[in-house]
């Protein structure tokens, strides 16, 4: 009997991070607002690296260490990793997954980010802050990409695991989670609002 079987799936998680997440958010908001006016060296690194937009990836990458805000973050997004590391069948008995990067992203209008990966670490993500309705979502890439080599091209409308490319919507109170190795990109934002997120690694202790 002829039959055809997917292997080596790439796993996505997304959850809201909590049943009333609006609280968190709007102070996470005020946070985020004080820590980019007060980040001088943030703002130039940004305005060399991340144009148009904020980052603190360049200046404050440890913002999970700054207030009990973001520690109690921390704390919520590492029950949604261990969920997402037992779904993936790792044994964690002797090793432990620990946040060792965390960082701010403010997209005005027009700014994007290309696609990239994290290197050096075992899972990324992302936590949702501000999403006005339209915002530009999360785009991951098939990472068997730089492998189809002379495929054919896909129909006009192929089913979803067919897809050379897949977008998460951002939506605040949400979490994001995906290996490190897997190329994603944030498309330019095509709203005068500001898409406001908190990107964040994990790495084995």
């Not at 973001?70 to 029950?79: C, S």
Request: with cysteine; hydrophobic share 35%; charged share 25%.
């Amino acid at each position: 009997m002829k039959r055809i079987e997917g292997w080596f799936p790439t796993f996505i998680y997304s959850s809201p991070i909590q049943p009333r997440w609006q609280g968190l958010n709007r102070e996470l908001l005020a946070e985020c607002r004080q820590i980019q006016e007060y980040d001088d060296k943030g703002r130039k690194w940004s305005a060399k690296n991340y144009p148009g937009g904020y980052t603190s990836y360049g200046s404050l990458d440890k913002v999970h260490r700054l207030s009990s805000t973001f520690m109690d973050l921390q704390a919520r997004i590492d029950r949604h990793v261990k969920a997402y590391a037992k779904a993936l069948e790792w044994d964690l008995s002797d090793r432990a997954l620990e946040m060792t990067d965390c960082w701010i992203n403010i997209m005005p209008h027009r700014t994007s980010h290309s696609l990239h990966l994290h290197p050096n670490s075992v899972v990324s993500g992302t936590y949702y802050v501000a999403t006005p309705r339209g915002c530009a979502g999360l785009k991951f890439e098939d990472p068997r990409m730089s492998r189809f080599m002379a495929a054919p091209p896909r129909v006009a409308s192929p089913r979803k695991e067919n897809q050379w490319y897949v977008t998460y919507p951002a939506k605040a109170g949400n979490v994001l989670l995906f290996e490190s190795w897997l190329r994603h990109e944030v498309p330019a934002n095509p709203l005068q609002s500001e898409r406001i997120s908190i990107s964040f690694n994990y790495a084995w202790a």
